[in-house]
């Protein structure tokens, strides 16, 4: 439990409170809502989705205290028909939710009798989880904003897979089956309760040196980046860093061998030279 002067990087959610309502959304409690002793729990949570006919719906849903206990992991079945399990990343199945009857308003109902009023909610880009769940709720800490600064977001955020690994020492998300919400849920806690120990400085990425390519900085993130060119503009965009380089002399390698890494990684990036000297002869 933390005091009310503890609640750093808690931010206020702003919404359109009347419309949404309309649309099946809940609202868990406001910010002035507090408990006789000033005490102000945190709840960690985690949802995963699959695509359906109206776009994205929740599937599963965790929720982690500040002891790292899971207090409540339901599996959800879908208000409209799954066109995209996701299951890459959701880790859901058509087996897995077979016999599933829990539904998004029973959740919403759970949360309402689980959670205090005046929670603070934190989660890893929960605007993502909060629409999901059609859930309003004024106090929230979001470790995508936490561990970053305005500057840096307007780039991109930091993956919870790379802070976890940088700040925590831990590998998540790392099999081929799709995340698990509890351990998500409470990495998201970890990086929390890491930074309250360490001070508001603590994970801030320093502003990006100039030098440095969009590849390198990308990389730096957590992303997983490669770069297939010649040796010589290899040096010159990627440099030293976490960029995975692979020369090439020609096109028919450089397509070669992307094709066996595309699936590996989050950005990449080949340089066909026959196809530019064309389309610059083009003009």
């Not at 929670?119 to 999901?132: K, Q, V, Y």
């Not at 305005?150 to 089956?177: C, E, W």
Request: aromatic share 6%; with cysteine.
């Amino acid at each position: 439990m933390w005091e009310v002067s503890s609640r750093a990087g808690a931010s206020e959610t702003v919404c359109h409170e009347r419309h949404m309502k309309t649309n099946g959304f809940m609202r868990l409690g406001r910010a002035e809502a507090t408990s006789d002793d000033g005490e102000i729990p945190m709840y960690s949570i985690d949802c995963e989705m699959c695509e359906t006919a109206e776009g994205m719906e929740l599937t599963r849903l965790s929720v982690v205290n500040e002891s790292l206990d899971c207090i409540y992991d339901t599996l959800v079945k879908p208000t409209n028909p799954i066109t995209d399990y996701k299951t890459q990343f959701s880790g859901i199945t058509e087996k897995s939710l077979e016999n599933v009857t829990k539904t998004l308003g029973s959740v919403q109902r759970d949360l309402g009798r689980l959670l205090p009023a005046h929670a603070i909610l934190i989660g890893h880009s929960l605007e993502n989880d909060l629409f999901a769940l059609k859930f309003i709720h004024d106090s929230v800490i979001d470790t995508s904003i936490l561990y970053s600064t305005p500057a840096s977001r307007a780039k991109y955020k930091p993956s919870l897979r790379y802070l976890s690994r940088k700040h925590l020492g831990l590998t998540i998300q790392a099999g081929s089956d799709g995340h698990c919400s509890i351990e998500d849920a409470k990495a998201c806690m970890r990086l929390v309760l890491l930074k309250f120990e360490r001070g508001s400085d603590f994970g801030i990425p320093k502003a990006a040196d100039a030098s440095q390519s969009f590849f390198s900085q990308l990389a730096t993130t957590g992303n997983h980046v490669t770069f297939i060119d010649t040796p010589g503009l290899i040096q010159r965009y990627c440099g030293v860093g976490n960029v995975h380089s692979i020369p090439c002399v020609n096109d028919d390698e450089a397509l070669e061998k992307a094709c066996k890494v595309a699936e590996k990684t989050d950005l990449l990036w080949v340089h066909f030279h026959a196809v530019e000297m064309e389309m610059k002869g083009m003009k």
